[in-house]
């Protein structure tokens, strides 16, 4: 990783903030930690990792002990060869809250990050008082019934939040070749999904774009973050025995995902609450920064 972007030079733009290193279920997890409050403890997406969180952790540690993780295959985290399925991903992240003595957590996950939080408040429900889950729900049955191709005249520059056409899902599948085709070229494949389901990627600065291209050059890394994609088939097979979620529950949706948002949700949890950014696209940290705080502190605090 380039030393411009390294966990040290980065945690240099979070004024309160400290990297921190350590062992949970076998694997090492990078995460960081400021602020002073109840904890919210955040997991990142693909293909990004904890600096994503850069628009909205400084702003919410005013109120809270905030605390982004490196979920398993990202960033400074470990790349072991299995444990990608998200039931482990989410011990991983038990098991961290254990280890620093906590009893319960504000739990927040975006994209991959939240597949996670919702695994861990289905297995270990004990520990999360809130979930809010933002553009990422656990995988269900109804991954299968995407296409393999767009439907007529949906799939240009920018996604269709009607029929959204994710051909990504499909391509990480594969394991070996994204690593050859993508080592060095990472940059390529960030610049075009960031436009595709951005309304505005310029919010997705050319700073950001380095961040995470310098991490996602790496063959292990390309290797490590397909794995969440491989490992879907058993999370679909999982989400099969899980109830409910009990404790409230935060949805936060983008352009592209409120309509799957509004018949899943409701089938996952007992009481919860979404919201729509209707002119946001999927990385709404970067484009809505904003409104993604004040949903948050209003459904934490209120």
């Known amino acids: 990783m380039k030393s411009n972007y390294s966990d040290e030079e980065l945690i240099r733009y979070w004024d309160g903030f400290n990297n921190y290193y350590t062992i949970v279920n076998g694997t090492q997890l990078h995460y960081v930690a400021g602020g002073n409050g109840p904890v919210l403890l955040c997991l990142p997406g693909w293909p990004q990792t904890w600096y994503s969180y850069h628009s909205i952790a400084q702003s919410l540690a005013t109120n809270f002990r905030v605390i982004v993780a490196d979920i398993r295959g990202m960033g400074s985290s470990s790349t072991p060869l299995d444990g990608y399925d998200k039931k482990m991903m989410a011990t991983d992240i038990y098991e961290l809250i254990q280890q620093l003595g906590l009893k319960q957590v504000y739990l927040?996950?975006?994209?991959?990050?939240?597949?996670?939080?919702?695994?861990?408040?289905?297995?270990?429900?004990?520990?999360?008082a809130k979930l809010i889950v933002a553009d990422g729900l656990h995988p269900s049955e109804g991954l299968k019934q995407m296409s393999l191709l767009p439907a007529a005249g949906t799939f240009g520059d920018k996604i269709d939040p009607q029929q959204p056409y994710t051909w990504w899902m499909s391509f990480n599948q594969v394991k070996g070749l994204p690593e050859k085709m993508?080592?060095?070229?990472?940059?390529?494949?960030?610049?075009w999904l960031f436009h595709y389901v951005m309304v505005d990627d310029s919010r997705m600065t050319e700073f950001e774009r380095e961040v995470y291209a310098s991490v996602y050059n790496q063959p292990e890394r390309i290797r490590a973050s397909n794995a969440w994609y491989q490992t879907l088939g058993k999370d679909i097979e999982d989400a099969k025995g899980y109830k409910s979620l009990s404790m409230p529950v935060l949805g936060i949706a983008s352009n592209v995902s409120f309509s799957f948002y509004q018949y899943a949700l409701p089938s996952v949890a007992e009481q919860y609450e979404l919201l729509h950014l209707a002119d946001t696209g999927h990385y709404m940290f970067e484009e809505n920064p904003e409104a993604v705080i004040s949903a948050i502190n209003k459904f934490l605090q209120g």
């Not at 597949?115 to 999360?128: E, G, T």
């Open 108 to 128: 927040l996950g975006h994209d991959i990050g939240g597949m996670v939080a919702m695994s861990l408040a289905f297995n270990y429900p004990q520990v999360v």
């Open 182 to 191: 993508l080592e060095g070229r990472y940059r390529y494949l960030l610049d």
